[in-house]
């Protein structure tokens, strides 16, 4: 069955860490321009990263940047999200998704995963 499936979220304190992983099924995530999004109760969904096919460029939401990196790794089929310096705003439904329009739209997705709950407590 073709789809993406994260992993990696659940509970961290304010200024801890945590790594997200989407890993692909039944496809080559390689050929695609891959995103994270993210959305908050009663918010709309927001781009968070993006990363291209190439893996040579990335683009990242305002909010995010400094302290999140996407990566790839195209021998796992996987994609990463490190989330360094968490804020409990960043507390949201996280799931991954192809870029259809490239990485300049990172605010557009297609197929997605279900996603994973990430909680920053105060």
């Known amino acids: 069955q073709v789809q993406l499936v994260e992993s990696g979220g659940g509970l961290v304190q304010a200024g801890g860490s945590l790594r997200l992983s989407c890993a692909a099924s039944e496809f080559v995530l390689s050929s695609y321009t891959v995103g994270w999004f993210r959305q908050a109760p009663g918010e709309e969904v927001e781009g968070v990263s993006c990363?291209?096919?190439?893996?040579?460029?990335?683009n990242y939401a305002d909010s995010v940047k400094g302290r999140f990196t996407i990566s790839r790794d195209n021998a796992k089929n996987t994609v990463y999200l490190q989330m360094n310096s968490r804020r409990p705003d960043d507390t949201a439904v996280y799931f991954c998704?192809?870029?259809?329009?490239?990485?300049?739209?990172?605010?557009?997705?297609?197929?997605r995963g279900q996603g994973t709950q990430v909680t920053v407590s105060s």
């Open positions: 990363i291209s096919m190439s893996d040579s460029n990335t």
């Open positions: 998704a192809l870029v259809p329009w490239g990485i300049t739209r990172c605010d557009t997705h297609s197929l």
